[in-house]
């Protein structure tokens, strides 16, 4: 989300905080069905309590496709289209010695196409959320893989070959 609101002009605190916050009450409230505590229904409305822009809640809602809050605005677009493929690009970097570094848009379209592969990401959404942001698909994935390997450590995504204590 960083990534994008920076090449974009947008402003980065607030695509930046959306996108951490988005899954924030996941654990604790997965069930989808309760609609009081449902995610992402508890994380909204505590930001709401605690004054939190309306972008930042009505984007939260929107990526949640049974809240019947279409994602519009370029915020809203972008965290659609980032959130599952982030999660995919994470577990494709979990099984390369070299984690997040030298993933291509080839071979993620690959693991793509392997039903057992990650199978809890959706693959309709990873390819539905680039197309509604008007992407190319490849240059899409490029576009998050560089990102993630900007963070690679921050991330844990450097591989496990990668060990040892960061030089001081
Ligand atoms: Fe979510």
């Known amino acids: 989300m960083l990534a994008f609101a920076e090449r974009d002009g947008e402003d980065a605190g607030l695509w930046g905080v959306t996108g ?6 996941y654990e604790r409230f997965p069930d ?6 449902g995610h992402p229904r508890t994380i909204m409305a ?10 930042m809640v009505r984007a939260i809602a929107s990526h949640a496709d049974y809240l019947g809050v279409a994602a519009e605005s370029p915020m809203e677009r972008t965290l659609v289209a980032v959130d599952e493929l982030c ?5 494709c970097a979990y099984v390369r010695p070299d984690g997040i570094h030298g993933l291509t848009p080839k071979s993620v379209t690959k693991k793509l196409k392997q039903p057992s592969f990650a199978a809890a990401v959706n693959r309709a ?3 539905g959320g680039a197309e509604q942001l008007g992407a190319d698909f490849d240059e899409h994935v490029a576009f998050v893989i560089a990102a993630l390997e900007a963070r690679a450590d921050e991330l844990d995504l450097r591989g496990r070959d990668a060990g040892g204590a960061p030089a001081s």
Do not use: Y
């Not at 505590?46 to 972008?55: I, K």
């Not at 999660?87 to 577990?91: C, K, P």
């Open 20 to 25: 951490l916050l988005h899954d924030a009450d």
């Open 46 to 55: 505590e930001l709401r309590r605690r004054d939190a822009p309306p972008e």
């Open 125 to 127: 959404d990873v390819r």
């Open 32 to 37: 989808m069905d309760d609609a009081e505590q």
């Open 87 to 91: 999660g995919f690009l994470v577990a």
